[in-house]
């Protein structure tokens, strides 16, 4: 789970590359629109720190103005492919083949962080369009805001994520058997109003769950490396220690919040775990 990096310092001029590959009768429409959708980008990005381009009014438009705006997005342009295209080369290449709002899958969607069916007009702006995953994409289509006004979802590119340990697990042997629950624990003094965000995030994708699903394969992994490992001495401090260096590499590459790593280091600390070799 890490911060991606917006592309493009001219959200704009992406948008007049698609705007200029369409034909009849959405050419005209999108250049009568211009002026505005200008104006609605620079107070999207004027309102990215804090992010609150959610509280913007929405251009007011007509169906087939709207129609044409969506388009923008619906059909499969040059202009727009490039436009992923390189929304995608941009990121960094640990975090360009994973979702960053699960860390579970790959990323093969885009999702608007405000929906096309609030604004249109960002629809193909590059400030609004997220590489994720299909799960979390269609949860996201619930909307931006939860009952009391919050937003439910982290903003990648603009929610500037902490760099401590917020997620953490209860790793507990009962009858021998491992049973796990994460949780997540603001004891690094994280802003509290991100911390509150962080757990919309969690509560709404439901990612406490799902990555406790993902435990017994990461579990059967660790033992089946561990027993693997043909350099690796079989006492409980050298077990420990790689353990602990597995962790640390995948941090290194996914985050120090990565699920992943928080069940190498649980695993590390468990001693039930450890002198099972
Ligand atoms: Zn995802």
């Not at 899958?105 to 096309?116: G, I, M």
């Not at 490992?229 to 985050?255: H, M, V, W, Y």
Request: aromatic share 12%; charged share 20%.
């Amino acid at each position: 789970m890490l911060n991606l990096k917006k592309y493009s310092l001219n959200d704009y001029k992406e948008f007049e590359l698609i705007r200029d590959s369409k034909n009849e009768p959405f050419y005209s429409k999108l250049v009568s629109l211009s002026a505005s959708i200008n104006s609605q980008f620079t107070a999207y990005i004027s309102n990215t720190r804090p992010f609150a381009a959610h509280n913007l009014t929405a251009l007011t438009v007509d169906t087939s103005q709207k129609s044409a705006l969506l388009v923008c997005y619906s059909s499969k342009t040059k202009a727009l492919v490039l436009l992923k295209k390189n929304i995608r080369d941009f990121q960094e290449e640990n975090t360009r083949a994973m979702c960053q709002s699960c860390g579970l899958d790959s990323a093969p969607t885009f999702d608007h962080y405000l929906p096309q069916s609030l604004f249109p007009e960002f629809a193909v702006m590059p400030a609004n369009l997220v590489p994720s995953c299909g799960t979390c994409n269609t949860i996201k289509d619930n909307g931006v805001l939860d009952e009391n006004g919050n937003r439910k979802f982290i903003h990648y590119y603009f929610d500037n994520l902490p760099d401590t340990q917020f997620l953490h697990l209860d790793l507990i042997y009962r009858n021998e058997v491992p049973t796990v629950s994460f949780k997540l624990l603001n004891n690094t003094s994280i802003n509290p109003d991100l911390f509150d965000l962080i757990k919309n995030h969690f509560t709404h994708l439901n990612l406490l769950n799902r990555y406790k699903e993902k435990f017994p394969n990461i579990h059967s992994r660790a033992v089946s490396r561990i027993k693997n490992a043909r350099t690796l001495k079989r006492n409980p401090r050298s077990i420990k220690r790689f353990l602990e260096d597995e962790a640390i590499s995948i941090k290194q590459i996914n985050g120090i919040n990565f699920w992943e790593a928080i069940i190498y280091d649980e695993l590390s600390k468990s001693s039930q775990f450890i002198n099972q070799f």
